[in-house]
Nanobody
């Protein structure tokens, strides 16, 4: 079992920055990597970023590449998403998720554990 708890969401103006965190506990060593997803009202949950526990390889969606940075602190079992140059289209609930097996990282259905989400609102 892996428990994930997000924090750090809030309201920010367009062009601003925000960092969200995800504290992981439980059998975190059993997961191959962690991802960030987001879901806006009326839309499907979409992939944002991924980081592999071992080696720290990262992947980003095209919509956030160059603006968002995913990182992890293994000692603290914490995942971060630094979001810069935020746009109103970035407004969504942001979720962290853990995937146990190696493989495709994009589909939400691949992930085994999810946090409760944290709201990020970007005003224009």
């Amino acid at each position: 079992q892996v428990l994930l708890v997000e924090s750090g969401g809030g309201l920010v103006q367009a062009g601003g920055s925000l960092r969200v965190s995800c504290a992981a506990s439980g059998r975190t060593f059993s997961s191959s990597g962690l991802g960030w997803f987001r879901q806006a009202p009326g839309k499907e949950r979409e992939f944002v970023a991924y980081i592999r526990w071992s080696g720290g390889i990262t992947y980003y969606s095209d919509s956030v590449k160059g603006r968002f940075t995913i990182s992890r602190d293994n000692a603290k079992n914490t995942l971060y998403l630094q979001m810069n140059s935020l746009k109103p289209d970035d407004t969504a609930v942001y979720y962290c998720a853990a995937v146990l097996a190696m493989g495709t990282i994009w589909p939400p259905t691949r992930y085994d554990y999810w946090g409760q989400g944290t709201q990020v609102t970007v005003s224009s």
